[in-house]
């Protein structure tokens, strides 16, 4: 189902807003929480911004695939596997946080000014295939304000093992 313009403008400030909210949730993660993990499989703190970079990279991509391509494929990743292959734990933080917000900025300057047909533009996502601009707004808007509560969660379990 087709987003209205409110609700298109609604995930444009969502969107935009993501990296302030992104840092607001680091900063209230102890020097000593910052590569703590609430369990084996789960990402700490700095690793979550990490994914986020990457995350955010592939992500200016796939919009502008999916604006400027006629029905392009759209690469789905392994987050878990880069995760480990990039050892998110020895990369800077503070150049991922660029990423992130450098990303978000000359992405959301490119969709606040887009024509109401443009969201309707389309691929092919190699693990969900159907893909639209639209859904690509819906994923993305929410993506960095989810992994902010998930650091937000890591410092609150962090807190609780450590009574």
């Known amino acids: 189902m087709a987003l ?68 392009p494929l759209i ?24 990423v992130v917000e450098s990303v978000r900025a000359s992405t959301t300057a490119l969709i606040r000014g887009l024509p109401d047909a443009a969201w309707t533009r389309e691929g092919r996502h190699t693990e969900s295939g159907r893909y639209t601009a639209e859904d690509w707004l819906t994923i993305y808007a929410e993506h960095l304000e989810g992994h902010a509560r998930q650091i937000e969660a890591n410092v609150g379990a962090w807190r609780a093992q450590r009574r």
């Open 4 to 71: 209205t313009r409110a609700e298109r403008e609604r995930l444009i400030a969502q969107y935009a807003a993501g990296p302030t909210r992104l840092r607001a949730a680091l900063a209230t993660v102890p020097a000593e929480a910052m590569t703590w993990r609430p369990a084996p499989a789960e990402w700490s703190a700095h690793e979550i911004v990490c994914h986020c970079a990457d995350s955010e990279t592939n992500s200016y991509a796939r919009i502008r695939f999916l604006l400027a391509e006629p029905n």
């Open 75 to 98: 690469q789905g990743y392994d987050q878990d596997h880069w995760a480990r292959h990039f050892d998110y734990h020895t990369a800077p933080l503070e150049p991922a946080l660029a």
